[in-house]
T-cell receptor, first 109, second 115 residues
């Protein structure tokens, strides 16, 4: 079956760096994406990796290793507004976009 | 604003009833996806339409059905509702096939409460 595994919760301190990992097992692979969702809100797109390596977008970076079926989202200079749930997602060979269960990020002042 | 419109925002109904959720995709997007999100759960993929045709199906119950109309808006029909169907239902749209790095743009969701 298809599955994406990510930690259910992560806690970090304001101003610090945090990494959220994601491992996946899917039928075909056409890229790993990350989405952010604040409580009561809609998911919003953060980043996308189709090829191995690191993609940087401001304070957020995302990494992919296709050989390891693994990726991570790196958040730097954490701010209180970064408190949210973060989801990894994979587009499979049937064009389905499957999401992980999400990682709730708690930020301490 | 993602450009994806979902109506209604809230829906409260009784068990056994039927409801219809509506979604208008972002201008130019041909794909529409439906997801269910229960409390503290991830986004469960239900079904995807592309330019009016069903393209992929996930863990969608037989009591649920959907369609995409010629104007590309989509409706998700939920029937014989059960308490466990209470959830947030999201619609998302994306660019046409072939643009593989096209992200999903989500609507604000419809919160369904079954009593």
């Amino acid at each position: 079956g298809q599955s994406l595994e990510q930690p259910s919760e992560v806690t970090a301190v304001e101003g610090a760096i945090v990494q959220i990992n994601c491992t996946y097992q899917t039928s075909g692979f056409y890229g790993l994406s990350w989405y952010q969702q604040h409580d009561g809100g809609a998911p919003t797109f953060l980043s996308y990796n189709a090829l191995d390596g690191l993609e940087e977008t401001g304070r957020f970076s995302s990494f992919l290793s296709r050989s390891d079926s693994y990726g991570y989202l790196l958040l730097q200079e954490l701010q209180m507004k970064d408190s949210a749930s973060y989801f990894c997602a994979v587009r499979d060979q049937d064009d389905k976009i499957i999401f992980g269960k999400g990682t709730r990020l708690h930020i301490l002042p | 604003d993602s450009g994806v419109t979902q109506t209604p925002k809230h829906l409260i109904t009784a068990t056994g009833q039927r409801v219809t959720l509506r979604c208008s995709p972002r201008s130019g997007d041909l794909s529409v996806y439906w997801y269910q999100q229960s409390l503290d759960q991830g986004l469960q993929f239900l079904i995807q339409y592309y330019n009016g045709e069903e393209r992929a199906k996930g863990n969608i119950l037989e009591r649920f059905s959907a369609q995409q109309f010629p104007d590309l808006h989509s409706e998700l029909n939920l029937s014989s509702l059960e308490l466990g169907d209470s959830a947030l239902y999201f619609c998302a749209s994306s660019a046409p096939l072939g643009v593989q790095n096209s992200p999903l743009h989500f609507g604000n969701g419809t919160r369904l409460t079954v009593t």
